[in-house]
Nanobody
Framework: QVRVVESGGGLVQPGGSLRLSCAAS????????TDWFRQASGKQRDFVAS???????DYADSAKGRFTISRDNAKNTVYLQMDSLKPEDTAVYYC?????????????WGQGTQVTVSL
């Protein structure tokens, strides 16, 4: 089992920056990848970025060039640095941790953190 807690959301003006954090606890040694998703009001949850245990990063087209995913293994924390924010980035941002063990894979979600980009 892995507990996932997001933090760092808030209100920011267009063009501003935020850094989200995703802290994991529990069987962290089984973590294979950590993904960020977002869900705007009334819309589906969309992929934003991911980083796996080998350090490979992937980004949605909407995030490329503006968002950077990174991790601190010592703190079991993954960060999402978001720059040049736009109003359309407004959403609840969720962290998903995927674990893999000898018996299979599991996904654990956090509760989400609200990001609002507005004047």
């Amino acid at each position: 089992q892995v507990r996932v807690v997001e933090s760092g959301g808030g209100l920011v003006q267009p063009g501003g920056s935020l850094r989200l954090s995703c802290a994991a606890s529990g069987t962290v040694e089984e973590i294979y990848s950590t993904d960020w998703f977002r869900q705007a009001s009334g819309k589906q949850r969309d992929f934003v970025a991911s980083i796996n245990s080998g350090g490979r990063e992937d980004y949605a087209d909407s995030a490329k060039g503006r968002f950077t995913i990174s991790r601190d293994n010592a703190k079991n924390t993954v960060y999402l640095q978001m720059d040049s924010l736009k109003p359309e980035d407004t959403a609840v941002y969720y962290c998903k941790v995927l674990t893999y063990s000898g018996v299979g894979s599991s996904a654990f979600w956090g509760q989400g953190t609200q990001v609002t980009v507005s004047l």
